[in-house]
């Protein structure tokens, strides 16, 4: 039987698990990842985080995770912008926010010093 931690369910559309668990974690499903605009595959959405059910444990997505998408589309496909972005909910929004103040934090930038 499939257990998930209280606040997430499976994702209607893609299967994934999403939603926010009760000690605040977000996990985000496929329909908010990465189009491959060349072949159409969707891959997750970095600096992201998932609940795998299989293993009950929870991954991370890093910033370079989109590198190990190789297109197998023909080269005559490849034109124009190679990735679009799937529409974010309001919790990826604020947990992108959050995570981003505190990379600038952690980098030295005070608040509202980003530039």
């Known amino acids: ?9 499976i994702c209607e559309v893609c299967g994934g698990v ?17 189009r491959c605009n060349w072949c ?21 997505v890093p910033w370079f995770g989109l590198m190990a998408h190789r297109c197998p ?7 124009g912008e190679h990735y679009t972005l799937l529409p ?4 990826f929004q604020a947990y992108s926010a959050t995570m981003t103040r505190l990379t600038l934090l952690s980098m030295g930038f ?6």
């Open 1 to 9: 039987m499939l257990r998930l931690p209280r606040g997430l369910r």
């Open 18 to 34: 999403r939603g926010r668990t009760l000690d605040n974690r977000l996990s985000i499903c496929l329909c908010q990842g990465v």
């Open 40 to 60: 159409g595959t969707v891959r997750r959405r970095p600096i992201s985080d998932y609940f795998d059910p299989t293993d009950e444990i929870w991954v991370h």
């Open 73 to 79: 589309a023909s080269p005559e496909r490849r034109i």
């Open 88 to 91: 974010e909910d309001e919790d």
């Open 110 to 115: 005070e608040h509202g010093d980003e530039s």
